[in-house]
């Protein structure tokens, strides 16, 4: 008999829960359609409200659970104490690691972690949480989509810009027998919101980028625009050709190579027509550029000891092929005299040499007078 009371006990129980959670539950679904806002226009449609947790009274726990938490003060401290359970005073709710409500904040929050968030660290937020992760994502590869189409189209508009440029700025010969060369190829400066355009990173807006490539040592800033800085500021051959005539030991083509886009060419247009020379280094391998001008080298004595031409020659970082004080250090050491060996005499012709070439009498006349 006791069994059967506890029993129908527990399924009146039951069905006090069920009908408990059931009514919640339609009063929240009420609440939301109660709280979505009304479209200004009917071809406008406003997205509901996110849904988040809610907060509940002792007493609305004890309906639930059959808890009655005000009368049992080691359960009230268990969940007022818990690191998962936020009590304001009068109700209690599920507190998450981040308090986020919307994706609003789930945005804000995750682009203050420059370096990435753990997606465990977010699940519980609120009950929408992984939607709303999930259409961040789909916008922003959207978003990405179209900024790669709009780069392209700006970049193949540049290209037919410069294009364009290039055959308008050719001049047009003097005689048709005469062909004047194209102005040669340099380098463009572009302002920040050209740079915003193509890149879509806001300069102006993002002064640590601002101030990096305006105190990049290879940038130049004039005030407005932007360009690359080479370490010679040349133009065409014959900046080139001026520059490299200054240099008369010889300049390295690795501090020419970025001077404008055409150097390379004009430095082989120049060594073909006689007036450079390019050399490479014995030890590094790299081209040398000479002036290939006499008048430079009139004026320089060349040393006559060979010690003093080894001693050049390592200044000027190249390697020589002999050494002659050890050579010489050692012929003291064993002896030997640097001074040249005295020529022995030559023996004289008598009549009694034979002679091999007695075809040429004109060579022996000689003995005969002597005779």
């Known amino acids: 008999m006791a069994l059967q009371e506890k029993l129908d006990r527990f399924k009146k129980q039951q069905e006090k829960c069920q009908s408990t959670l059931t009514s919640i539950a339609a009063s929240n679904k009420a609440a939301t359609h109660k709280s979505m806002p009304v479209p200004a226009a009917p071809s406008v449609a406003r997205a509901p409200a996110p849904a988040t947790r809610q907060a509940f009274t002792p007493e609305q726990i ?35 690691k981040h308090d986020l409500r919307d994706k609003e904040q789930l945005l ?10 753990a997606v465990i660290d977010l699940k519980d937020a609120y009950p929408t949480v992984m939607e709303d ?3 961040a994502l789909q916008e922003k590869l959207d978003r990405f989509k179209k900024q790669q189409e709009k780069c392209q189209s ?39 919101e050209q740079i915003n355009e193509v890149t879509y990173v806001d300069i102006n ?24 800085k080479s370490k010679h500021d040349l133009r065409d051959k014959e900046q080139l050709l001026y520059l490299i005539r200054k240099f008369v030991w010889g300049i390295a083509v690795i501090d020419l190579k970025d001077a404008y886009p ?39 004595e060349l040393p006559r000891d060979m010690i003093d031409i080894e001693r050049d020659l390592q200044k000027n970082g190249m390697k020589p092929a002999t050494n002659t004080a050890q050579r010489r250090a050692s012929s003291e050491v064993q002896g030997m005299s640097s001074k040249p060996k005295p020529k022995k005499k030559k023996h004289e012709i008598t009549k009694r ?15 005969d007078k002597k005779s």
């Open 62 to 96: 004890n309906e639930v659970t059959y808890v009655d938490i005000n009368a049992n003060k080691a359960v009230f401290d268990s969940l007022r104490n818990n690191l998962k359970v936020n009590y304001d005073g009068k109700r209690f709710s599920y507190k998450s």
């Open 108 to 117: 804000y929050l995750i682009r203050k972690f420059v370096w990435g968030i």
């Open 133 to 135: 992760l999930q259409m």
């Open 154 to 192: 700006t970049l193949t508009s540049i290209a037919a810009s410069n294009k364009a440029e290039t055959h308008k700025s050719m001049p047009v010969p003097a005689a048709p027998s005469v062909a004047r060369a194209p102005a040669p190829a340099t380098r463009q400066a572009f302002t920040p």
């Open 205 to 228: 807006a993002n002064k640590a980028v601002f101030d990096s490539l305006r105190n990049n040592l290879k940038v130049n800033y004039d005030g407005k625009r932007f360009s690359y």
């Open 262 to 300: 055409t150097v390379m060419e004009d430095l082989q247009a120049l060594k073909a027509a006689g007036q450079i020379w390019l050399l490479s280094n014995f030890d590094s391998q790299e081209d040398i550029a000479y002036p290939n001008d006499p008048r430079l080298f009139l004026g320089i």
């Open 353 to 367: 040499t034979k002679l091999t070439n007695a075809h040429l009498p004109e060579l022996f006349r000689h003995l």
